[in-house]
């Protein structure tokens, strides 16, 4: 009797592990960006200049809230993408890149660029061109 | 009359220079392969893509850590233990396309486009020969195109636990519209 309760445990402890791996380890979610806390808060310049300096600038892989006046807002399929521009190169307009959750779609037809917005998403690195910001979303006061 | 006639031709002359280049930086590239183990499938919005059509140079620059996976899990294990995004952030491909003169970019339609050059990935680089389609429309050029890749080419190891399991060759599709760099 008291050998089939251990068995018992034993089983049902081997299940809630497989299942907490199954759960929280395979299948754990993507972190979600849009509630994380920036790990670097600065301008969208200055992202810019510590990528330009070197490609693995502390903003790598990092959670960023960056503020700026967007130059344009770009459409493409279902992404929109806010861009900060610094410099012209041979892709045309070089800065940073920020692509917005598509929650957040329909406010950024409402951007100017003339207003300073910030942006908080994952910085995925520099291409060479420019800083990608992903995931972004709108941040208000 | 002359300075009418001078000027529409400058005008033209920089609209055909203007067209010569064509870039994104929105391009769309995914890798799929079906083993054992796991299928594996991953999408980047963010490629760089630009193309002469003078001289037919062909680039495109893609960011490793863009690639969207539907498990955190493996979109971990593909930037930290596969392609080391950190210390590799970058995949370029540069090449030439060798049959440009079949290729009409002042006329809308599709055509097979062939691509020779050299891919860097994971610190290594190898040449290689890519098969694709262009079409040509008002808006622009959709670049077309999917092609096998082994990841050992590249240097990217598999771990021993998981050999045979995971497939040896990923299909690389490719979908970029270039638009006219003004």
């Known amino acids: ?141 | 009359m002359k300075k009418i006639i001078f000027f529409t031709f400058i005008l033209l002359a920089a609209q055909v220079v203007s067209a010569q280049r064509y870039m994104t930086k929105t391009g769309k590239v995914s890798f799929y392969s079906d083993a054992p183990l796991e299928k594996i499938e991953a999408v980047n919005h963010q490629v760089n893509c630009a193309i002469d059509t003078h001289s037919g140079f062909f680039v495109v620059k893609i960011l490793m850590r863009s690639f969207v996976f539907e498990k955190a899990l493996m979109q971990e294990h593909f930037n930290e233990e596969y392609v080391e995004s950190d210390k590799y952030p970058n995949a370029f491909f540069k090449g030439k396309i060798t049959n440009l003169k079949e290729i009409d970019f002042s006329r809308p339609g599709t055509y097979p486009a062939v691509i020779e050059g050299e891919m860097a990935l994971h610190g290594k680089t190898n040449k290689m020969i890519a098969k694709g389609t262009f079409t040509v429309s008002k808006e622009g050029v959709r670049v077309q195109g999917k092609f096998p890749l082994k990841i050992a080419d590249y240097g990217i190891s598999v771990p021993g636990a998981v050999t045979g399991k995971i497939a040896e060759v990923m299909q690389i599709r490719t979908d970029l519209f270039l638009k006219p760099l003004k």
């Open chain 1, 1 to 141: 009797m008291k050998a089939l309760k251990i068995g018992l445990i034993i089983v049902v402890l081997g299940l809630l592990s497989a299942a907490y791996v199954w759960f929280f380890v395979y299948n754990k979610p993507h972190r979600d960006f849009e509630k994380a806390r920036p790990d670097v808060v600065e301008s969208a310049r200055q992202c810019y200049r510590n990528f330009k300096k070197s490609a693995k600038a502390p903003e790598s892989g990092k959670v960023v809230e960056l503020s700026g006046v967007p130059k344009t807002i770009e459409h493409s399929d279902s992404l929109v993408t806010v861009v900060f521009a610094f410099q012209q190169g041979m892709f045309g307009d070089e800065g940073v890149r920020c692509t917005l959750l598509p929650k957040y779609n329909r406010e950024a037809g409402r951007l100017s660029l003339h207003d300073t917005v910030r942006i908080k998403g994952f910085c995925s690195g520099y291409n060479g061109t420019d800083v990608i910001l992903e995931e972004g979303s709108l941040v208000h006061n």
